[in-house]
């Protein structure tokens, strides 16, 4: 029996793992998220469910969703907004790059 236990436990961790992985990884792709953002979000999230001792997936949902209101409530509106901007300046360029590698000559 206590093999068992062992076997759901790590079978439980793992999936905390996976569940804080990809928040992580959602997070940092959000507009206007730095390290500092992300490390206050997992220390809240690790906090909480220490805590209440829940799965982040019971306590705060899907993992991209989260990351998604994580983001909208720890960033600055300002801060989002010109990361966006930023963001599509450099696709926009990147772009012009792209097809300006395949005019022949250059």
Do not use: I, N
């Not at 793992?17 to 999230?45: I, Y």
């Not at 799965?55 to 989002?80: E, I, K, M, N, S």
């Amino acid at each position: 029996m206590a093999k068992k236990d062992m076997t759901t436990d790590a079978a439980e961790e793992k999936d905390r793992e996976k569940w804080m992985a990809r928040f992580q990884v959602r997070l940092a792709m959000q507009p206007g998220v730095d390290r500092a953002v992300v490390l206050q979000a997992v220390k809240d999230v690790t906090v909480s469910c220490a805590e209440t001792g829940e799965h982040p997936r019971t306590a705060f949902g899907d993992p991209d969703a989260y990351a998604v209101r994580t983001a909208a409530r720890l960033v600055p509106v300002d801060r989002a907004a010109r990361a966006r901007r930023r963001d599509s300046v450099v696709d926009a360029f990147d772009s012009v790059v792209k097809r300006a590698g395949g005019v022949t000559g250059l």
